[in-house]
Every structure is written in structure tokens, then in C-alpha cells.
């Protein structure tokens, strides 16, 4: 099961490789859009500091790579709120834009793939997926001393 699950993980980074590769992106890129997607999701305010902590950055590499999306018009700095110190990251419509059309084919291929498979079968693979998550996330805090 660690072996398949080592196997996908290597597949989808073939894959976000060879897509952000076409659209002249970085993984790194698309990695820092997921997780201002994720935030934004949850209505979140995502800053340079919460990439650099998610994406285990130093500070100027961070900077190099905001500087890169606001470049490619996939993100905007804006300061809202009282605090205008604060620099917030929004994704642009052209990162949505974007992001669609490079990972159409994989949503398209998994949802082929999910359609196979009953709603008990994928809620259990679900309670799967999170406890393994879980323990990738503790297995990480434990290798470097978060723990």
C-alpha cells in the first residue's frame, strides 16, 4: 500500500511537471497557488510569511516566487483591512483560468477513473486518504524535530 501510495505521489508530480512545464510554470508555482487556493477556500488570508511556513522557504526565495506570479499575472499583492502593513496574496482570474485548462485532463481521467468505484468504496478510500495524510504530516513534523 506504501509502495502504490509512493507511486502516485511520483505520478502526480509527473504530471504537475509536465503541465506547468507547457505553461512555463514551477512546480514550486503551482504548489504556492494550491495552497492560496486552499486558504482562499476556507476564506483565509494568505501573506508571504503563511508560503514561506506551507512551502518551506527561505524569505527570498519567497519573494522570488511572488514576484514570479504577480509577473505572470497568476497573483496580486494588495494590503486590506486596517492593518495595511499586512501584504495579502489574491489569485488573479487568469491563475483560475489557468489552472483549469493545465489539470482539465487529470480531473477528467480521475473522475473516469472515481465513476468505477461505489460511494461506500470511496468513503472508505477518503477515511483513507486523510489518515494517511495525517500521518505524513506527523512523520514530517517528527524528521524535523517539530515534535
Do not use: W
Amino acid at each position: 500500500m506504501v509502495r502504490l501510495l509512493q507511486e502516485f505521489t511520483l505520478e502526480a508530480n509527473r504530471y504537475v511537471d509536465a503541465a506547468g512545464g507547457r505553461n512555463d510554470m514551477h512546480r514550486t508555482d503551482l504548489n504556492a497557488l494550491a495552497v492560496i487556493m486552499r486558504h482562499a477556500a476556507k476564506d483565509q488570508v494568505v501573506t508571504p510569511g503563511t508560503l514561506r511556513k506551507e512551502l518551506n522557504l527561505s524569505s527570498p526565495a519567497t519573494t522570488a516566487l511572488i514576484d514570479r506570479l504577480c509577473g505572470s499575472g497568476h497573483l496580486v499583492r494588495e494590503r486590506q483591512g486596517q492593518d495595511r502593513r499586512q501584504v495579502q496574496l489574491q489569485m488573479t482570474e487568469k491563475a483560475y483560468r489557468d489552472g483549469s485548462a493545465m489539470f482539465l485532463p487529470l480531473a477528467r481521467h480521475m473522475g473516469a477513473a472515481m465513476a468505477e468505484f461505489t460511494a461506500d468504496e470511496l468513503e472508505i478510500v477518503t477515511r483513507f486518504m486523510h489518515s494517511m495524510i495525517d500521518a505524513t504530516v506527523r512523520a514530517g513534523e517528527e524528521a524535523s524535530g517539530q515534535s
